[in-house]
């Protein structure tokens, strides 16, 4: 079955460090890829996607690649603020099921 | 444009009651999505309505079940509650076809 498997954190960073979390999948077929991030206590926002293998998603200064043949779209951030600290899911979307698996998420601190 | 809003935002239920939990997607969406989410984990699909109709289930008993009416609005329900449902309460919308979901703010449920 469809299932994504993020790094676990927290991940701690200085402001204006550079953000990595690893994202890998399996899937049938060719599914479309997404980043959603969830501040404290909110729903999900969707954040980035890619819906084909070498397409690049970006918002907001983040940044990731869909990797056919990794199997990965990791998130990047040249450099973090405070106010990106949220926990980030990794998610993707088979049209055959219609639905979005996530990944267990990653939470990401980020101090002054 | 309002977005996708939940009801209610918090919930304190005992173990073996029902409880019935609301949703309002999206203006122009009609499919709805319901999501789990445990303390520290992924969202994890409990079913999708389309047409009135439970389109795709997950993994969950028949304790949960949903309902969608004509103005596309959706209800999920639970019954006999069980402390291991204490969880964030997800609702997701998107308009017919393979697009990204939106997601509301939640429904956060304790059962004690």
């Known amino acids: 079955g469809n299932s994504v498997t993020q790094m676990e954190g927290p991940v701690t960073l200085s402001e204006e460090a550079f953000l990595t979390i690893n994202c890998t999948y399996t899937?049938?077929?060719?599914?479309?890829l997404f980043w959603y991030v969830q501040y404290p206590g909110e729903g999900l926002q969707l954040l980035l996607k890619?819906?084909?293998?070498?397409d690049k998603g970006s918002n907001k200064g983040f940044e990731a690649t869909y990797r056919k043949e990794t199997t990965s779209f990791h998130l990047e951030k040249g450099s973090v603020q405070v106010s990106d600290s949220a926990v980030y899911f990794c998610?993707?979307?088979?049209?055959?099921?219609?639905?979005?698996?996530f990944g267990k998420g990653t939470m990401l601190l980020v101090s002054p | 444009d309002a977005g996708v809003t939940q009801s209610p935002t918090h919930l304190i239920k005992t173990r073996g009651q029902q409880v019935t939990l609301r949703c309002s997607p999206k203006?122009?969406?009609?499919?709805v999505s319901w999501y789990q989410q445990a303390l520290g984990q992924g969202p994890q699909f409990i079913f999708q309505?389309?047409?009135?109709?439970?389109?795709q289930r997950g993994n969950f008993p028949d304790r949960f079940s949903g309902h969608q009416f004509p103005n596309y609005s959706s209800e999920l329900n639970v019954n006999a509650l069980l402390l291991g449902d204490s969880a964030l309460y997800l609702c997701a919308s998107n308009p017919t076809g393979p697009y990204e979901q939106y997601f509301g703010p939640g429904t956060r449920l304790t059962v004690t």
């Open positions: 203006s122009g969406h009609d499919t």
């Open positions: 890619a819906t084909k293998a070498d």
């Open positions: 309505y389309y047409e009135e109709e439970e389109r």
């Open positions: 998610a993707l979307y088979y049209s055959g099921y219609s639905t979005l698996t």
């Open positions: 899937a049938t077929g060719y599914p479309s």
